[in-house]
């Protein structure tokens, strides 16, 4: 029970297009942003992360998220890491199906839901089962009409997406540019500002429908990709 590092949560259709795909729950994780939370990584099961951003298969995973790699969007995370070390794991055999026991092992543990892809793609009642025993969760989508305001912060990109999906019922996280104002109700990310914040210790983000909004500046060196989506919707 302690050699795997990672269990097999889903495998079956996408909620978002039918394709087939997978979600995989690693154990630990040296993210500097986050911390130590279980991290949770939904893959198309029959290409390579890379391979799906070059054939446009990755809209299984992110649905018609902006910032998609393959419309050359501004996404952080690079396919090439962390999501193809976790699919070739996978493809090994490396990550057990998960059963109660598996899932038991990460009662009190905090879970991150959509390290790459979004979580929508993913049956609710997966993350329903993961979350049960978690000590607290982070998730963000793009795709506001899911399920999933119990678990996920909606994705705005503008103020005004940020006040509509507020105004039916969802706490947003709200990309910025530095000059922009907060608006009512709004914070900053903590760790956007002192990296000796993680997400572990902040729990801001935990839970989709109770709290505060969250905004970020724009940051990274995919920033001007951002600025240019976001300047055009």
């Known amino acids: 029970m302690n050699s795997y590092t990672g269990i097999e949560l889903y495998r079956g259709p996408s909620m978002l297009n039918g394709a087939p795909i997978v979600a995989i729950a690693t154990l630990h994780s040296q993210n500097a942003k986050t911390g130590d939370m279980v991290q949770t990584w939904i893959l198309h099961a029959e290409e390579s992360p890379t391979d799906a951003v ?16 393959h419309t050359g969007g501004a996404c952080y995370v690079i396919p090439f890491h962390g ?31 959509g390290s790459y892809g979004d979580p929508a793609a993913v049956p609710t009642e997966v993350w329903d089962r993961l979350l049960k025993g978690a000590s607290f969760s982070t998730g963000y989508t793009h795709q506001p009409n899911a399920d999933l305001n119990h678990h996920c912060m909606a994705s705005a990109d503008t103020l005004e997406q940020a006040e509509a999906l507020q105004s039916v019922g969802w706490r947003t996280f709200r990309v910025k540019r530095p000059g922009d104002p907060l608006t009512a109700g709004e914070i900053l990310c903590p760790a956007s500002t002192n990296s000796a914040i993680q997400c572990v210790d902040c729990q801001v983000c935990s839970g989709g429908n109770e709290g505060v909004n969250v905004a970020i500046n724009l940051h990274g060196s995919r920033a001007g990709r951002y600025k240019l989506i976001a300047t055009a919707a």
């Open 54 to 69: 070059k054939s446009g298969a990755d809209v299984a995973i992110c649905g018609q998220c902006p910032h998609r790699h």
């Open 83 to 113: 999501p193809s070390n976790v699919y070739r794991a996978w493809k090994r055999g490396g990550y057990p199906k998960a059963t109660r026991r598996h899932l038991k092992r990460l009662t009190g543990r905090p879970v991150r839901l």
